[in-house]
Every structure is written in C-alpha cells, then in structure tokens.
C-alpha cells in the first residue's frame, strides 16, 4: 500500500495518481501498486511538482516498516537517525520571499 499527499500539484498529476489510486481526500491518495508503477508515479510527481509539494510513504525494509520520499518546495524533510526517519523542519521562507 502506498499513500501519496500532495499540495498545489499540476491537474495532469493528480489524473495519473487518479488511474492507480484513491483519492480518499482532496490531495491525499492511497493504493496497492507494484513498485515499478510506484517509482514511476514518483518520477512524474518529482519533474513537474514545481512550487507544489508532494510525500510518498511506501513499505520498505526498514526498522519502521515504510519508507518517506518528498518532493518540491516543502518545510518537513525525512532524516535517518540511526534507522528511525524524523521529520526534519526547515526554516519559512522570510515572508515577501519570491519563491524560485
């Protein structure tokens, strides 16, 4: 099982999600998929994601069980400390910013 959540993505994103999986949510998709449709759903989350914002939580062989991919212009980054994923936080941009 697979759950994608995803923030400001392009409509034509959202369509593919929407072929493979569930949107239960605005945003929020989950599924069973294989993990070479998995990849390749993360690979055209990853080129056009932009200023958006996208999160992959997929099972893995970890001390966890799942594994936490990202993607685009987010605050929340997946840190291993010691085999454990963290969120790691990163600094707002300063309010006025132009986002690249």
Not at 12 to 18: E, I, T, V, W, Y
Not at 21 to 50: C, H, N
Not at 66 to 93: E, H, Q, S, V
């Amino acid at each position: 099982m697979v759950v994608l959540a995803t923030t400001a993505v392009p409509d034509h994103l959202r369509g593919a999600f929407s072929r493979w999986t569930t949107e239960v949510v605005s945003g929020i998709f989950t599924g069973s998929v294989s993990a070479r449709v998995r990849d390749k759903l993360w690979e055209a989350t990853s080129a056009v994601v932009g200023n958006g914002a996208a999160v992959l939580i997929h099972p893995a062989p970890t001390e966890l069980g799942y594994a936490i991919r990202t993607a685009g212009t987010r605050r929340r980054i997946p840190a291993d400390f010691n085999g454990l994923t963290f969120m790691k936080m990163t600094a707002a941009p300063p309010r006025g910013a132009i986002m690249e």
